[in-house]
């Protein structure tokens, strides 16, 4: 099972990889973004963090979700909900 899982965030990356050849610029910080998220959900599905470190990966999840896809129509929330994610990481 972590195979599986460890396989679909290689391709998703892979392909986020790809699609940045052709894809609109804020399209790379999304999927990066976006992995931030899938790596925590694998870390805290395969309990590879404490429950203290799980709470924060959700914290995490939920200001990324909520103004991931702002990307396009508003740059400015978006790189401040980048800042946030990366402030209370650092914080860590």
Do not use: W
């Not at 924060?56 to 790189?79: A, G, P, Q, S, W």
């Amino acid at each position: 099972m972590k195979n599986k899982e460890c396989y679909k965030i290689l391709t998703y990356l892979a392909s986020s990889a790809r699609g940045c050849v052709n894809e609109p610029k804020m399209y790379g910080p999304l999927r990066l973004i976006d992995t931030v998220v899938h790596l925590s959900d694998f870390f805290k599905e395969n309990n590879l963090v404490d429950q203290q470190d799980a709470f924060l990966l959700e914290e995490l999840k939920e200001r990324i979700e909520k103004d991931k896809y702002t990307c396009m129509d508003d740059e400015e929330t978006f790189v401040q909900m980048l800042d946030d994610v990366i402030d209370r990481l650092v914080e860590e």
